[in-house]
Every structure is written in C-alpha cells, then in structure tokens.
C-alpha cells in the first residue's frame, strides 16, 4: 500500500508554455502533499505544502504565481508551472502523508521538466 | 536558519566495507526519517526514529537516534553494490509534518 503515482514521468516543453503535473495517492487518502524540487545530484528543496481543499503554503522564495498547486481532492494535486523558463528544468517530485502515517511521506517517481 | 546537515557528502568503498553517514540538526528534532534515493529514481522511506537515544536495524543496516534528538546516523554493515544511492536524513523542523531534508549522502560501492 501507500504507492504515489506522478504524471508525466517527463515533459519537454518550449519556453513560454505552461505545464501542468499530477500527483496522485493511488491507494490512501492523502491529508497533506508535498511538493519538491531537485537539482542534479542535490537535495530535495520543499517547494509547498497542499492540503485538500485549502490554498498550499509556499516555502520563502518559491513565487506562488509561477508554480500553481491546486489540491482538488484527497487524491490528487497538480503543479502547473506557469511561463516556463529554461531555469525551470528540474526533477519535481511529489510526496504524500496519511492520516496516521506519524509524518511519513511516500514520494511519486518524480517527474523531469526540460524548458528549451 | 533550521537546518539539516548530513556528513559526508560523497562516499566510494570498497564492496565489504563498512559505511555510516551523519546527520546533524539544528534543533531538537521529535522524529528523525531515513530514506534512500537509488541513481535516477526518487527518495523511498526507510524508516522513522521517535525516542531518543533509539536504535533500530533493518539486516545490514543500523540506524541510531540521539539522546538530544539532535542527531542520528545510518550504518551499513559490509556494503554492497546494491546499497548504492543517495541516503537522505529528514526531520520536522517546523510545525506540522513539513520535511526538511539533509543534503544526503552519495554512497558508491566499488565491486
């Protein structure tokens, strides 16, 4: 149990468009899902916080109007980054905790971003 | 800021060796998560420390929580190919179950 499934696994997209990522909680409710950012051979940088049904909470630096959370049940969030920059390409990978779970988060396959 | 901090950030062994990474935190931390990130897939949980001074092994894995709950680290015993990845300590700074993660170890095992 616990599986998080991501959507697309990657995407390449020109510079200017948005692109929208789902994040799913196959098998459980996720009370709160978490966003991150990954750098090549770097850390996992919290991006925000979404709770179902509630505005997400963005980590300082983190422009809330580029990166759009929208966390429309207890099963699934989406990221949408708005006006793609090159600087944008990135991993992102979601992650969700359970009601219960004690903080443990179960993270999706993560998904690559290429803006060219 | 809080912060957490993993040393070091890159280790090579030889297959049969021994390997263990720390993790430091700025503040008392009320659990401590481990989790493992294989090259080119995402952070898979390992597992969940609460009391202090906890010890807890998973086979040829040890991993210890501090008396201040300020630290902890992960030993594995004679590594091999298999362990290799990137071993990432988290813990709640902040209110509610918010992560923040460590910079990770990058563990390469030479067979």
């Known amino acids: 149990g616990a599986v998080v499934s991501q959507h697309p696994s990657w995407v390449i997209c020109k510079s200017g468009t948005s692109v929208k990522i789902e994040c799913r909680s196959l098998d459980f409710q996720a009370t709160t899902m978490f966003w991150y950012r990954q750098f090549p051979k770097q850390s996992l940088m919290l991006m925000a916080t979404s709770n179902e049904g509630s505005k997400a909470t963005y980590e300082q630096g983190v422009e809330k109007d580029k990166f759009l959370i929208n966390h429309a049940s207890l099963t699934l969030s989406t990221l949408t980054v708005t006006s793609a920059h090159p600087e944008d390409s990135s991993f992102y990978i979601c992650?969700?905790?359970?009601?219960?779970?004690?903080?443990?988060?179960?993270f999706g396959p993560g998904t690559r971003l290429t803006v060219t | 800021g809080q912060q957490v901090m993993q040393i070091p950030q890159y280790q090579h062994v030889q297959e049969g060796e021994d390997f263990t990474t720390y993790c430091n935190s700025s503040t008392t931390l009320s659990n401590i998560q481990w989790y493992k990130q294989r090259p080119g897939g995402h952070p898979v949980f390992l597992i969940q420390l609460v009391k202090s001074g906890e010890v807890k092994k998973q086979k040829r894995l040890t991993f210890q929580f501090g008396e201040a709950k300020k630290n902890s680290s992960l030993h594995i015993t004679a590594t091999q190919t298999t362990d290799v990845g990137t071993y990432f300590c988290?813990?709640?700074?902040?209110?509610?179950?918010?992560?923040?993660f460590g910079g990770g170890t990058r563990l390469m095992v030479k067979p």
């Open positions: 992650s969700a905790s359970r009601f219960g779970s004690s903080y443990e988060q179960y």
């Open positions: 988290a813990g709640p700074l902040y209110a509610g179950n918010m992560l923040t």
